[in-house]
């Protein structure tokens, strides 16, 4: 064996920095995205699937892969496919941005009330490929806001039903509404009248216009007023 001989080795280097930049920013993406408690999916123009988040995964109950490749109609069924979520999808695919709003029921979290936003989306930048469809729920707020209208509707009732005479108006001595039975007492026909006619309430309306300085300055100081007499005018005086 010849120990002169020597051994020569060719060492090429490829310099993938931008790569491994790349690939670092996908991973924060990624991290961002699954962190997210909105439900975030991709969605193609033949409506499958092909990237969903973590939040919607625990939505539908299911591991990422029973899902991405799977169609919307397969997960969703046909019927609520066909009727609400295929006009949306398309006006989508066709540019524009579309939101919606809706109650759904996800087999890992129950019933929800989402706000539904469609992205029209470009793979390759060009003619629109994909739709990005991000939901925020808000059915804490919809309960809310349900809770609030039939608070509303009561107090509606009442004001309008009682044999008493309410009233709203503001400080500048306007009344922004009164109910029926105060309209009555008045002699007006409406409330609708009453309210138009009376521009003033201390002048117009107290026949002792200090008696109205009398009650702002106890609302004020007190909070309310209770067992408050005075006299007022009447429609016929």
Request: some cysteine.
């Amino acid at each position: 064996i010849d120990s002169s001989l020597k051994t020569n080795h060719i060492v090429q280097f490829n310099d993938i920095t931008d790569r491994k930049k790349m690939e670092n920013r996908w991973k924060r993406s990624e991290f961002i995205i699954n962190s997210a408690q909105e439900f975030m999916t991709l969605i193609n123009k033949e409506y499958v699937y092909e990237a969903v988040n973590d939040s919607y995964c625990r939505a539908m109950d299911k591991p990422r892969e029973q899902i991405i490749g799977r169609s919307i109609s397969r997960l969703w069924g046909d019927d609520r496919f066909t009727k609400r979520i295929k006009p949306l999808f398309d006006r989508c695919m066709g540019g524009e941005t579309v939101h919606d709003e809706s109650w759904i029921d996800f087999p890992g979290y129950g019933k929800r009330y989402l706000e539904i936003s469609y992205y029209p989306y470009s793979a390759h930048g060009s003619s629109i490929t994909h739709a990005v469809v991000v939901s925020h729920d808000i059915s804490k707020r919809k309960q809310v806001e349900e809770a609030l209208k039939i608070s509303e509707a009561g107090y509606r009732s009442i004001f309008e039903n009682s044999i008493g005479g309410i009233f709203q108006s503001t400080p500048e001595g306007r009344f922004i509404s009164v109910n029926s039975a105060m309209a009555r007492m008045c002699g007006y026909d409406s409330p609708e009248e009453m309210t138009a006619t009376i521009t003033d309430i201390a002048g117009q309306h107290y026949v002792d216009p200090e008696k109205r300085k009398l009650f702002e300055k106890t609302l004020q100081e007190n909070g309310q007023v209770k067992n408050f007499e005075h006299q007022v005018y009447r429609k016929d005086g």
